[in-house]
């Protein structure tokens, strides 16, 4: 156990001499590490916002079913638990004639010109909430189906535009991510095939003194454990200050009011796991595969 414990000390000791013996490609590989992450990480906080905008304005998305004219207010409102039951339906507010009327005269700066508007001239009617915008269209035809309900108006325009804009959205952003991750792991794996190949000598030698592929490979790989963490945690650092400081901006920006960026505190989690397992992966698979080249001669 204790022979273990030392033989792990010396890897890593090893794994830190290493990266400040070659501080310059070590630099090289942090930085690349760093701006790539930014970059994706950048793409994919900016999908999540998008999506979350466009979920805002499909809850805004809302159903209006009027009831028929016959039905008193006690009827008319008996009515919701049968439109709660229907797939797709989240909730629904009754809304009076009284209410309606004075939703109307809302519109208006005028409101004496209208005040003498016979509640009678409305009708009851429901605002239905959906759970699934692009299903509006059935959960139309679903409420015009209850007795009792004389129309219903949903704007499937909007609806389907919606749902076709954050599809859109949603696939150019995974392809957008895949290929800058894909980059990224090319020229990463490679700036860390460079150092191993500055150190191609030193690899040698060993290997002569009677070195195993285990003891030589070691080091490597906490080096490149070191190097990917280091990079890849840097990057949620700094991905954070800048995500914070393009937020107080547009807090401050007048013309993006309607624009409620979510709180990185919402995303953090997974993105840390994100980036964490690519700085892993980068770094010690990176390292691991540029070592074969040199292990296997």
């Known amino acids: ?25 070590s630099f090289a590989s942090i930085c690349i590490i760093v701006a790539f992450l930014i970059i994706m990480g950048g793409f994919i906080l900016m999908a ?3 999506n979350s905008i466009i979920g805002e304005l499909e809850n805004d998305n809302i159903i209006l079913a009027y009831v028929h004219e016959n039905l008193d207010e006690i009827d008319a409102y008996a009515l919701a638990p049968e439109l709660r039951r229907i797939d797709n339906v989240t909730s629904v507010t009754f809304i009076t004639r ?6 109307f005269l809302e519109r208006y700066e005028d409101t ?4 003498d508007v016979d509640p009678s001239w409305f009708r009851h009617r429901f605002q239905v909430y959906v759970e699934d915008v692009a299903l509006i269209g059935e959960t139309q ?18 609806a389907r535009g919606l749902v076709t804009l954050r ?4 696939g150019l952003s995974v392809i957008i991510v895949a290929v800058l991750l894909a980059i990224s792991l090319f020229i ?3 700036t860390i095939k460079l150092a191993m190949y500055e150190r191609r000598e030193e690899i040698a030698i060993m290997r002569m003194v009677g070195a195993t592929n285990a003891f030589i490979r070691w080091p490597f790989i906490y080096q490149g454990f070191i190097l990917g963490m280091t990079g890849s945690m840097s990057a949620f650092a700094a991905l954070w200050s800048l995500y914070g400081l393009v937020a107080g901006e547009a807090l401050e920006f007048e013309a993006m009011f309607f624009i409620k960026l979510m709180p990185f505190s919402t995303v953090s989690a997974p993105l840390f796991l994100l980036f964490a397992a ?12 540029a070592l074969n080249r040199y292990l296997n001669v």
């Open 1 to 25: 156990m204790k022979l273990s414990r030392n033989r792990t000390a010396y890897y890593i000791k090893e794994g830190f001499t290493s990266i400040f013996a070659h501080s310059l490609m």
């Open 278 to 289: 690519i700085g892993f992966s980068v770094g010690v698979g990176g390292s691991g595969l």
């Open 141 to 158: 035809s679903a409420i015009q189906g209850v007795y009792g309900i004389a129309k219903v108006n949903a704007n499937l325009m909007i």
């Open 167 to 170: 599809n859109i959205v949603t």
């Open 48 to 50: 999540v916002n998008i």
């Open 98 to 103: 009284e209410s309606a009327k004075y939703s």
């Open 112 to 115: 004496e010109r209208y005040k």
């Open 188 to 190: 990463i794996s490679n």
